[in-house]
């Protein structure tokens, strides 16, 4: 295959970089994001009001439906700083619904709710459940058609920022086929939503409960599209997702660098034992490759066939050394390593959350076999 790991940036990449690396830095300092881990919300809304008006959230959504009409590659520079910082905000989740109603949504859709995305309204998606499988068409949740109304029924689980959301859209089964279907956040029955204590104590998800809810036909998301909606959701969510475990393995490097200079034992800074030194030498340079992989991923996204190779391959790679280098901080910051006051395992937990979604590193590579061979 030509050009197979090809790289670029573009200017529009290059200036959010710098601001996202900026915004991100001073909003989102570690001592915010321990007193969120508290919060019933999980993020803070007046910096979400601040995403929203630097227009962050209308990236990637067409300039008809009131976005910038830059593409995905545009939205990695910032979800890769979000996760530096571990910043917690509904940014990933909105443009991942966002892009649902791109690929997917009917031209009435897209005109009601793209807008709202844009000007800062949160979105989710609702697509997991208790058996587990990351394959999207694998759904038990269903839909029942009458006339115009659509019944559904089942459970999705670790569905982010839920009860946030103004719109969910849910992964359903009508007829036999999968399909696609929006619910507003006043469908919702009061008993519906759950929350659920995850590993990452800096998400928050939801259990849903679809039993009962009603919505109007015109709530499913185009038939026609819906098989091209599934492959663009997961593909989507693999490179946001691949983005933001690179920015948070450049932090727990920098953060574990920043000990091994500074604590001493029997007279010398512990960074000059090779023990130490190697490993996390080890783990910088995977780092470097596996953010290469990213911004191929980014620059070629939209290329049949070669933006799914490059996409899986940057998940698997930031799968890999964001579980390394993570580990290895709590290992060399010893018996304080393993405690609650050590960031070391804010950074695991996000690694091991970020890897039980949407396929981890060895999934991915048996999808990654089966495209090359």
Not at 291 to 296: G, I, K, N, T
Not at 338 to 363: E, K, N, P, V
Request: glycine fraction near 8%.
């Amino acid at each position: 295959m030509e050009n197979l790991g090809s790289i670029g940036y573009s200017e529009e990449q290059i200036e959010l970089m710098n601001v996202a690396a900026s915004f991100c830095a001073e909003k989102s300092p570690i001592e915010k994001v321990r007193t969120l881990l508290d919060d019933a919300q999980g993020y803070d809304g007046d910096v979400w009001q601040e995403i929203a008006e630097l227009g962050w959230l209308a990236i990637a959504i067409p300039e008809a439906q009131g976005g910038v009409g830059l593409s995905l590659g545009e939205v990695v520079p910032i979800v890769e700083q979000m996760g530096r910082r571990l910043m917690t905000t509904p940014f990933a989740d909105t443009s991942l619904a966002a892009q649902a109603l791109v690929a997917g949504g009917t031209e009435a859709q897209q005109e009601e709710y793209l807008p709202r995305i844009a000007e800062g309204a949160v979105a989710t998606l609702a697509l997991n459940e208790a058996h587990g499988d990351w394959d999207l068409h694998n759904i038990t949740a269903s839909a029942s058609q009458s006339g115009d109304t659509v019944t559904l029924s089942g459970e999705k689980l670790l569905v982010p920022y839920a009860a946030q959301a103004e719109l969910i859209i849910a992964s359903v089964t009508l007829d036999g086929a999968p399909r696609l279907v929006i619910i507003p956040q006043d469908a919702l029955p009061d008993s519906a939503l759950r929350r659920e204590t995850i590993i990452d104590e800096t998400r928050r998800t939801y259990a849903l409960k679809l039993d009962g809810i009603t919505l109007p036909a015109s709530a499913l998301l185009d038939e026609a599209k819906t098989k091209t909606s599934f492959e663009h959701i997961h593909l989507t969510a693999v490179l946001l997702q691949a983005a933001e475990m690179a920015g948070g393995t450049q932090a727990v490097i920098d953060y574990t660098l920043d000990y091994l200079k500074t604590r001493k034992q029997f007279g010398k800074t512990i960074g000059e034992y090779q023990a130490l030194k190697h490993p996390i030498t080890n783990a910088y340079v995977d780092y470097e490759k596996a953010r290469s992989h990213v911004y191929s991923a980014a620059h070629c996204f939209n290329d049949q066939g070669m933006g799914e190779i490059a996409t899986r391959m940057a998940k698997a790679a930031c799968d890999k050394v964001y579980g390394f280098a993570a580990d290895r901080a709590i290992q060399f910051h010893g018996g304080f390593g393993f405690t609650h006051d050590c960031d070391a395992q804010l950074y695991r937990r996000a690694a091991i959350w970020h890897a039980s979604q949407h396929g981890d590193g060895a999934w991915h590579r048996a999808k990654l076999a089966d495209l090359l061979f």
